[in-house]
């Protein structure tokens, strides 16, 4: 995503990442599981491998409360969650062990989900995005996409997706084979890719300043660019084809940026990219294949009426209302203009807005605070990162405490709320009932399914085991608490990346 302003980051700087070690006690040996993690499941042979956290608190991203004192245990060859159950604290082994992680004087969470970041770009406070495009090479973008990967993970997002590669072409869909599976090259969290994004002729760029008309320089365009139903059924076909977990679509844009010289609230106005019949046929053909579809809109009225997955951004989907506004007038105002699909997850975006200027911040703050007095819950946490700098992906779940949301369903947002946003299709609809209703039976073993098909966002039995644990406190101080700082386990599949603050040096 392209932006007018580029201030640096103004999210506080958190210290430097500690010095990687080699840690003892990390890899588990062979224990037998407890009785209560065997109560349902007869197939888990008694004398496998497993691994048990005693976490001091543990939030239950579901019913979106604190639970004391319970104990998880682990699968080591799977990583699903066996069990999780009360525990008292005289039960708490004072021996370092293998097989068990001391997390009781923190509070665990599910792994948090970043729905909106763009690996393959870095912070515009560092570089342009015009110039990241055009002046970077494919390799560098690439080397500095697998640091993104790490510094996310280590910063307790267990699993993101990249909604673009923003011309570094196909190369997300080579990282996300990186990432995956028992023997991944580096580490890095779930990684969810979508390509190249779609876009209309003349709407986005890098745009050629010798060349007005021409779109991208020297081969490189930020999207996929397509005019017309046929290019636009060939694109999303082509880029299933080319095996992208979602399919993203720029639905509106600054299309006039060239007038900027002349008349710059033009430039910076969102415009319809495409039609209704060549959105429709994009929407149809990828539900068709099984693929969901993520919409860039800054106004989510001009896609109403199409069943799209999630909308990204939106902050000038709501006119804007004077601070005076009562409540009953905001919610009259977003009931004349809301997201009406029920099944659309909307993504604020808020971190990418606070670094773009007063103005853009003052829109997307006022319509979020809006969907927050009329009740919206359908929302997910993603701040377009890449746009500032990954590892502070936090961003966003401070700010929308900031703005009036609870903690609570903030960290449901961005965890099981995580999951069900950025889900393959396979999870919806009575086919995704039945499939969850087997979860429990341990089911969705990666092993089978793959690392981007199993289930995640709760610390639950069947689930797997993408595991958090922060030494602050989520009840008084939120936006620390959620902070890369304090962030000191992170667990992805059952396997541990980050222990006592430090990352485990496996690689």
Request: proline share 5%.
């Amino acid at each position: 995503m392209q932006l007018l302003q580029t201030p640096p980051v103004a999210a506080a700087r958190l210290s430097p990442s500690a010095t990687e070690v080699n840690l003892p006690g990390i890899h588990p040996h062979t224990t037998p599981a407890s009785p209560s993690a065997m109560s349902d499941a007869t197939t888990f042979p008694e004398d496998a491998k497993t691994t048990r956290i005693y976490a001091g608190k543990l939030f239950d991203s579901e019913a979106r409360i604190l639970l004391p004192n319970r104990l998880i245990t682990i699968a080591v060859d799977s990583g699903l969650i066996l069990s999780v159950d009360v525990y008292k604290l005289g039960d708490v082994p004072s021996e370092k062990s293998e097989d068990v992680i001391d997390l009781s004087d923190t509070t665990v969470f599910p792994g948090l989900v970043d729905t909106h970041v763009h690996f393959f770009l870095h912070s515009y406070s560092e570089t342009t995005w015009d110039d990241q495009l055009t002046k970077e090479s494919l390799a560098e973008r690439t080397v500095r996409a697998t640091v993104h990967a790490k510094r996310t993970l280590m910063a307790g997002f267990t699993s993101v997706r990249d909604l673009g590669t923003e011309g570094a072409f196909d190369a997300d869909i080579a990282l996300r084979k990186c990432l995956s599976g028992p023997n991944a090259l580096i580490p890095g969290p779930r990684y969810f890719c979508a390509s190249k994004a779609i876009i209309a002729t003349g709407s986005y760029g890098p745009k050629s300043s010798l060349y007005p008309s021409q779109d991208g320089i020297d081969g490189v365009t930020g999207a996929e660019i397509v005019d017309g139903e046929v290019e636009c059924l060939k694109a999303v076909r082509r880029q299933i084809g080319a095996g992208a977990d979602w399919i993203k679509i720029y639905a509106d844009y600054r299309v006039r940026s060239r007038m900027a010289d002349v008349a710059p609230g033009l430039a910076g106005t969102a415009i319809t990219t495409f039609n209704k019949k060549e959105l429709q046929v994009m929407i149809d053909e990828a539900t068709s294949r099984g693929v969901k579809v993520a919409i860039h809109a800054a106004d989510w009225g001009r896609i109403r009426g199409l069943a799209v997955n999630t909308i990204e951004h939106g902050a000038e989907s709501i006119p804007p209302y004077p601070e005076t506004a009562t409540r009953s007038e905001i919610v009259d105002l977003w009931r004349r203009y809301e997201l009406r699909n029920r099944h659309t997850t909307w993504v604020p975006t808020l971190a990418v807005m606070y670094n773009s200027g007063a103005a853009r911040w003052a829109r997307a703050s006022s319509t979020f605070r809006a969907a927050l007095e009329a009740g919206y819950d359908n929302i997910a946490c993603g701040g377009d990162t890449g746009a500032f700098a990954h590892g502070e992906n936090a961003l966003e779940l401070q700010l929308m405490e900031k703005l009036g949301a609870p903690w609570q369903k903030v960290l449901s947002w961005a965890t099981l709320g995580g999951w069900k946003s950025i889900r393959p299709r396979t999870w919806e609809g009575r086919e995704g009932e039945i499939r969850l209703a087997r979860v429990a039976s341990l089911s969705e073993d990666p092993r089978q399914v793959g690392d981007n098909e199993v289930a995640f966002g709760i610390i639950k039995r069947g689930f797997v085991a993408d595991i958090v644990a922060t030494t602050g406190d989520l009840e008084k101080d939120f936006p620390g608490a959620v902070s890369k700082d304090k962030i000191t386990f992170v667990m992805k599949g059952g396997r541990v990346y980050k222990h006592e603050g430090r990352p485990v040096a496996d690689y």
